[in-house]
């Protein structure tokens, strides 16, 4: 449990504050490129969250189907991103910022999914371990947030996408363990 949403939180904001950077190349201001890639995570992973509070049945499938669909969209971002920001350099602010929230909103709808289907699980299961959930992602957020920016300033932003994308895959195997089997 305490893995599962340890790698949750940590593994959100690297590809929040990794995103922030890539697009801050697109948009051309610091401040703009904040606000909307914020904006586009906010909204769209707190659809993906609503969403997945009405999907009862298959927590499994919701976990594990989101979870890839997030590393195989944040693979393609980071491989189409340079060619469409060069293609769109021209374009106006209000097109960018559009731009912006298109490409952000299938990643970030789908990194709203694995918490609250997490949650239920939880819930279902040891509620004592509820508030720890809370506790251990917000942890796991905040420290997130600076290793990101540290490990980008090492390795580069191109790693921390993919070492997001690693976690995501370790959220898969410990929610495994964290959910009732299918059927059971």
């Not at 609503?50 to 590393?71: D, H, K, N, W, Y």
């Not at 992602?137 to 997001?164: D, E, H, K």
Request: contains cysteine; charged residues 5%.
């Amino acid at each position: 449990t305490l893995l599962y949403f340890a790698c949750l939180g940590a593994a959100f904001m690297f590809l929040e504050i990794a995103f922030m950077q890539q697009f801050i190349q697109f948009l051309a201001y610091p401040v703009y490129a904040v606000a909307v890639v914020l904006v586009a995570f906010l909204v769209f992973s707190g659809l993906g969250s609503l969403f997945a509070e009405s999907r009862r049945r298959s927590p499994m499938g919701l976990v594990a189907s989101s979870t890839v669909v997030i590393a195989v969209t944040a693979v393609i971002l980071l491989a189409l991103l340079p060619h469409a920001f060069a293609y769109g350099a021209a374009w106006p602010d209000g097109i960018k910022i559009l731009l912006t929230l298109v490409l952000l909103a299938p990643l970030a709808f789908c990194m709203g999914m694995p918490f609250p289907t997490g949650m239920q699980v939880v819930a279902k299961r040891c509620p004592a371990l509820t508030p720890w959930a809370w506790g251990v992602n917000g942890c796991a957020s905040t420290v997130g947030a600076t290793l990101a920016t540290l490990l980008a300033m090492y390795v580069g932003f191109r790693w921390v996408i993919l070492s997001a994308v690693a976690l995501y895959l370790v959220v898969v195997a410990a929610f495994t363990r964290l959910a009732p089997r299918e059927g059971a």
